[in-house]
């Protein structure tokens, strides 16, 4: 099976192999934001299981 691509663009996998994503909503409005919701749109966010179940599979060569 090929790893899908596109998937792998967006997700990273850790060591212990849970899958991470990149926070939403950074791009624009984000000066009404206070500094903590700031902060926390840095940090990348873990998938749902159920997401990370399929996620995972797609991305195994």
Known sequence: MK???AVA??????KRGK???RTTGQ???NAKETGKVGRAKRRD???FK???KNVLRSLQA
């Open 50 to 52: 159920a997401d990370e």
């Open 45 to 47: 966010r873990r998938l």
């Open 19 to 21: 899958a991470l994503r």
């Open 27 to 29: 791009n624009h409005y």
């Open 9 to 14: 663009k967006k997700i990273r996998v850790t």
């Open 3 to 5: 790893t899908k691509k």
